[in-house]
């Protein structure tokens, strides 16, 4: 942390080469942060994730540690960003429908199947939930972020957030169960 | 609980392109960020050059004092702003009884001079006389009631 505070104090200083490091550091989270968000589009998801950076980076002047790590406020910019685009564009393609090719990159490339199949499973349920609860599992669970850290991104109390995280896992084994049950229906009578 | 907190950790292997990436990097970074403000000058520092400058100004105003009072301080100023004072005074006081003087003195010219006109003793006799004629005169029955149709 104290690393990092110090490369956004030469980034607030105009040193591109740390900010650099900074990117380096959180593409990846904010990128997959975006890209659930936005239903598994790419295009989108790599346009708000460019937008989230270059806003990040005109305005780092404005940032002000307070504790907490740089990626909270990296959040809050993309939670902004995404909120823009619902608001001004009509996404019109569900992210259960996105071409599976959407989620394999260089790295997953050659991943097992089951794996693939399991990330396109839990990525359509995980759209079917309120945003605010897509947030936190995300956060929590794919980015290992703690409940502090969520709690200033999302702007709430980590009590709200433990709330939102319970509410969330239950509603997504609903809907995990109800698909089950359907399953199982349909192998029976088939 | 936990083999959903499992499932949702297989999204983790969701991954940017390592070429947008490179080409994000390269098109932000050529970009100035927005960390300074005038003059070139980070905003804390220039914060603390605006109230330097207000101290500066602050400080001098209340150790300088003003000229009236700088004069109470230097008793020569003082004494010479006060002599002055003195004979401008009394030179107004000069003029002021120099007119007051030629004025009485006409005065009393006129009264004692029996040539002016408005104090000759005949020409106030015959005032007199032209004055009683013309009250007797008063006693006109006409002029009463011309007034009465004025009046009413």
Known sequence: MEDEQKLVQKAKEGKEEAFGVLYDRHISAIYRFVFLKVGGRKGDAEDITHEVFLSAWKNIGRYEFQGFPFSSWLYRIARNAIIDYYRTSKPNIALHEAPEYLLVSEKTEGYELDTTLE???????????????????????????????????????????????????????????????????TTQDA | ????????????????????????????????????????????WATAFAMLIVSIITATSLTRPSPALSAVENPELLSQEFNNLTINVELEAITYRQTVDQTIASALNEISSNT????????????????DVLIEAGNNSEIDTLLNKVIF
């Open chain 1, 119 to 185: 990330v396109e499973r839990i990525k359509k349920y995980l759209t079917l939930l309120e945003p605010v609860y897509q947030d936190v599992l995300i956060m929590k669970f794919v980015e290992d972020r703690s409940n502090k850290e969520i709690a200033v991104a999302l702007e709430k109390s980590e009590g709200a957030v433990r709330v939102i995280q319970h509410r969330a896992l239950k509603q997504l084994k609903k809907h995990l169960e109800e698909t089950n049950e359907e399953s199982r229906k």
């Open chain 2, 1 to 44: 609980m936990k083999n959903l907190a499992k499932q949702l950790k297989t999204l983790s292997v969701i991954e940017p392109d390592v070429e947008f990436v490179a080409a994000t990097r390269r098109g932000i970074l050529v970009v100035p960020g927005k960390r300074r403000s005038m003059w070139g000058v980070a905003p804390l």
């Open chain 2, 116 to 131: 002016m006109r408005h104090l000759n003793k005949e020409l106030l006799q015959s005032e007199e006389e032209r004055f």
